[in-house]
């Protein structure tokens, strides 16, 4: 095996350990919202994709399936922190939108993790950190158009 095969299984292996790890971190941190994890990251989400998100955009945001949302999302319906609307332009379609509640909720998620994401990276140089976002993305992108085809 070569020196880059063995760098890029480097790699592969730590992405998947480290990205368990962090949401496993993450998720304990929002034990203090009094929501689940599973509940606080649609919360998330359709906060940062923006009112009137497609749920199957959410669950894919979130990695998981969408018929594994549908239920989180009827709890977060009935905790009145999202609202189901019919979408406008495919009234099969359903789009769902945070309530002042759930925004409110969403706000301090951000506010907690940003500086839980400090605590993580404070040692990372920044430069390293945005090339590890670069080459997360071209990644992300090529991985995208492989499931396209």
Same mark, same amino acid.
């Given at each position: ?22 949401? $496993?971190?993450?998720?304990?941190? !929002? ?12 919360? *998330?989400?359709?906060? %940062?994709? $923006?009112? $009137?998100?497609?749920? $199957? ?13 549908? =239920? ?7 905790? @009145?922190?999202? *609202? %189901?609307?019919?979408?406008? #332009?495919?009234?099969?379609?359903? !789009?769902?939108? *945070?309530?002042?509640? @759930? ?6 998620? +951000? ?18 950190? +945005?090339?590890?976002? =670069?080459?997360? *993305? ?6 995208? +158009?492989?499931?396209? #085809?």
């Amino acid at each position: 095996m070569s020196s880059y095969d063995k760098t890029l299984m480097t790699l592969t292996h730590t992405l998947i350990h480290s990205a368990r790890a962090y949401k $496993g971190a993450a998720d304990a941190l !929002t034990a203090d919202f009094e929501l689940s994890h599973a509940s606080a990251w649609p919360v *998330l989400m359709i906060h %940062r994709l $923006g009112d $009137g998100v497609r749920p $199957g955009i959410v669950a894919d945001a979130v990695g998981i399936e969408p018929p594994s949302l549908v =239920r989180i999302i009827d709890q977060l319906v009935a905790a @009145g922190l999202v *609202l %189901r609307k019919d979408d406008p #332009s495919d009234r099969r379609a359903k !789009t769902l939108t *945070l309530t002042a509640e @759930g925004k409110r909720m969403a706000d301090r998620l +951000e506010k907690a993790l940003a500086p839980f994401r400090r605590d993580l990276f404070k040692d990372i140089p920044q430069a390293d950190v +945005e090339a590890t976002v =670069r080459v997360l *993305l071209k990644l992300d992108q090529v991985l995208a +158009e492989r499931n396209a #085809s």
